[in-house]
């Protein structure tokens, strides 16, 4: 017998879950301790937060879910959280948007994604998540592909409707999640990750007309990293190239690639290729995967299309156990919204919104005054959030690695993002890091890179993060930075020669409003 989809399956009250789990956060929120807790990057003010989930530009405004435990700082049953914004500049937290309530969902709201239906309104597809033994991942999970409606203009209120893809648990190794909607040339298309019976990376693509019954057509993407078991969080869309040629970018967050030279270093690793692709086709890449971001914290970012631009946010995950935040009543924070583009070599560059600058509130330029061999100077004395450019004179420097020492506090531990001349790289090193991981990642500038007059970074620090720009958003690291007590100074520093400085501005940012 064939099923009727939607398969909708109450097992508990959502109302009252809900309220339950705003209890949960404010408890946190309560108590939180704000060292760290950032001031322009979007958090939630309590409990783990991870994925975002759900983002789009809806009526007016820009919105941006994201997965939640609502009742501890480490992962637990998901539920969506909400913040929004009329600017993408003042963001508010509006209510927990959903919570499990479903049979198919008893153990956790997963990742999705928003799309705008034929008649304008919006809707979310996400993962329904249970684990096979009712507790743990030792014996595999189930998981569905389920469907939820805005029910008013704030998209605060979520109707769920149920389930719209079962998972075929005979081809499938538990894993069969985060779906991705679009329309495509008149079709609907919906793409998700899933680790195959033979512990397979893979993205299946299915259509569908009505956006309820959905058809499997193939899959879209077949790993060929054998390390890879299961691709999560993927995401699919056109970019123009500087021919005016359509290219497709797939992006995933890869479980199970294995480190090598400077890539793969984290736990997992989310990246991108370039290629094309035809509907009904599997993606033919032209480049290899690519990280869309070499710092330490970076994963299962998620874009959306609003006003001609394509906007990525991706999850600064803490992926160490224990991280330093974890004690404060809180845990993960967004990076900012990135815009993506191709570049005029071809690459996928991103660089923040421009809506960012809004956030500056002071501007100091800097006499840009070359920095000795071995020398540090000052620049900011205490520097709680601020954004800084400094573009270095690649060929009148002759320092073997100089940049800027942020979170740079009195018992001597600071944050490195430098400019490596030996390795050819930029690197945000946290070997000085009074707590958290330590170790350093490095983006591998390219020759075009190395030999030209200028290198750029731009430098976004806030409470407790950094995160750095380079050339434009040819790269980009992402990484925790746990301060110590006492002024966080910034300083630029010149090891072993000299770093010549053509242009040094610091902002002074200030809050997006969800503190
Ligand atoms: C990625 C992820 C997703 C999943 C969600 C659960 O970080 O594992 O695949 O839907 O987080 O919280």
Redesign the pocket.
């Known amino acids: 017998m064939s099923t009727t989809y939607p398969v909708y399956s109450p097992i508990r009250n959502h109302d009252e879950e809900l309220a339950k789990a705003e209890t949960g956060v404010d408890q946190l929120d309560l108590e939180r301790e704000d060292r760290w807790y950032p001031k322009f990057h979007i958090a939630s003010n309590g409990g783990w937060i991870?994925?975002p989930n759900g983002l789009c530009r809806y009526k007016g405004r820009w919105h941006v879910y994201y997965?939640l435990h609502p009742y501890g700082t480490q992962?637990g049953p998901?539920h969506w959280g909400h913040v929004s914004s009329a600017d993408m500049v003042s963001w508010r937290h509006d209510p927990i948007a959903m919570a499990p309530s479903l049979e198919e969902e008893k153990d956790?709201v997963?990742?999705?994604s928003a799309v705008i239906d034929d008649e304008g309104k919006l809707k979310f597809y996400y993962?329904g998540?249970r684990w096979n033994n009712g507790k743990d991942d030792t014996d595999g999970q189930w998981q569905v592909q389920m469907l939820a409606d805005a029910t008013d203009d704030d998209a605060i209120g979520l109707e769920k409707k149920g389930v719209v893809i079962d998972c075929p648990r005979e081809k499938v190794d538990s894993?069969f999640?985060?779906p991705k909607v679009w329309k495509q040339d008149g079709v609907w298309h919906l793409i998700h990750?899933v680790s195959t019976a033979d512990h397979r990376g893979q993205i299946w693509d299915y259509t569908s007309e009505d956006m309820i019954n959905w058809t499997f057509q193939n899959v879209v993407f077949d790993d060929p990293d054998p390390d890879v078991f299961?691709l999560?969080?993927p995401d699919f869309f056109p970019l123009e190239d500087k021919n005016g040629d359509t290219k497709w970018v797939i992006v995933f967050?890869a479980m199970g690639s294995k480190a090598k030279g400077y890539m793969n270093r984290n736990e997992?690793n989310a990246g991108y290729m370039i290629g094309t692709w035809n509907p009904g086709e599997a993606f033919k890449p032209e480049t290899e995967f690519r990280l869309l971001d070499c710092g330490a914290n970076y994963?299962?970012p998620q874009s959306f299309e609003a006003d001609g631009r394509r906007i990525m946010y991706g999850?600064m995950?803490p992926f160490s156990e224990n991280a330093p935040m974890q004690s404060d009543g809180w845990c993960g924070q967004m990076t900012l919204p990135r815009e993506c583009f191709l570049g005029e070599d071809g690459d996928l560059h991103t660089v923040p919104v421009p809506e960012t600058d809004k956030l500056r509130i002071n501007t100091f330029d800097h006499v840009a005054r070359p920095i000795e061999a071995n020398e540090e100077a000052l620049v900011d004395e205490d520097a709680e959030a601020v954004e800084i450019e400094l573009n270095i004179n690649l060929q009148a420097t002759t320092a073997e690695r100089a940049g800027l020492k942020v979170h740079t506090t009195p018992d001597g531990s600071y944050t490195y993002v430098a400019y490596d001349a030996q390795a050819g790289t930029v690197v945000v090193d946290r070997q000085a890091a009074a707590r958290g991981d330590r170790g350093y990642r490095a983006a591998k500038l390219t020759d075009e890179e190395l030999s030209a007059d200028e290198l750029k970074l731009h430098v976004y620090v806030d409470r407790g993060s950094v995160e750095a720009y380079v050339n434009d958003g040819r790269h980009v690291l992402s990484s925790y930075s746990y301060p110590s007590e006492g002024k966080r100074a910034v300083k630029l520093s010149a090891e072993s020669g000299t770093l010549a400085v053509n242009k040094l501005t610091l902002h002074d940012m200030k809050s997006i409003g969800l503190e």
Request: aromatic share 16%.
């Open positions: 991870n994925d997965q992962w998901m956790g997963f990742s999705g993962t998540h894993h999640r985060d990750g299961m999560e969080c967050s997992n994963y299962a999850w995950s």
